[in-house]
């Protein structure tokens, strides 16, 4: 079972993930998380490039390539040796986040960008994939005031936010069996009971 967590900035998919995680875990499964761009050497090191905010010339199709390239060492290398081993891979953020950004964000043709997901995952898409849905000033909001990094992606326009957080509705619409969409305005504590009920009821 290979379940992402997608959504705009800031919406919680990060401080979520290890709840989730020891949650199933409690529930007798064997759970990996991971995330995106990331989740092994190479593909950390393509992460810090993707992220650096002395790289803003970078063109979004470099930007594109770059995810997936990330992408793909991290199914081999990750993903599918532990979905082959019968456990739950949790990932935060994965290929949606390819079509919501580089094609919705950056205005790009999504066929093109499909293509490239294909060839870098090598066809293996999420069973579940779990919405964290939530206005795009409140959670860039809630990432400056946290104190953590603050990346190229985040810095860019309002109005690229927006067309995200529109793209993954558009994604969600599409394909209903994958998503669940989650109110991530709520309390932390009711986005992890949603979380949790969502993924028990497909596990
Ligand atoms: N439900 C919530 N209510 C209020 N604040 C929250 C909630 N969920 C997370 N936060 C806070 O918002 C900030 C961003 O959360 P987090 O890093 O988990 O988001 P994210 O979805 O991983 O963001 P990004 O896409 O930028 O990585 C953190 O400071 C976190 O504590
Ligand atoms: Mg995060």
Not at 68 to 92: F, K, N, W, Y
């Amino acid at each position: 079972m290979f379940i992402t967590l997608e959504g705009p900035e800031g919406s919680g998919k990060t401080s979520q993930v290890p709840l989730l995680a020891e949650y199933l875990r409690q529930q007798g499964f064997s759970v990996l998380t991971t995330r995106e761009p990331g989740g092994t050497p190479i593909s950390e090191q393509i992460r810090d490039v993707l992220h650096s905010l002395r790289n803003t010339e970078m063109h979004p199709r470099t930007e594109t390539l770059l995810f997936q390239a990330a992408r793909a060492q991290h199914v081999e290398q990750i993903i599918r040796p532990h979905l082959a081993s019968g456990g739950v891979v949790l990932c935060d953020r994965f290929a949606d986040s390819t079509l919501a950004y580089q094609g919705y964000g950056h205005q790009q043709e999504l066929a093109p960008l499909r293509g490239l997901i294909e060839f870098a995952t090598g066809g293996l898409k999420p069973d579940l994939t779990l919405l964290l849905d939530l206005d795009v000033e409140v959670g860039l909001r809630r990432r400056s005031q946290c104190g953590g990094e603050w990346n190229r992606l985040d810095a860019l326009e309002l109005a690229f936010h927006q067309r995200v957080r529109q793209g993954y509705h558009a994604l969600a619409q599409a394909e209903p069996p994958r998503w669940v969409i989650i109110d991530a305005a709520q309390s932390p504590e009711a986005v992890q009971a949603d979380l949790r009920a969502a993924a028990l009821a497909r596990l």
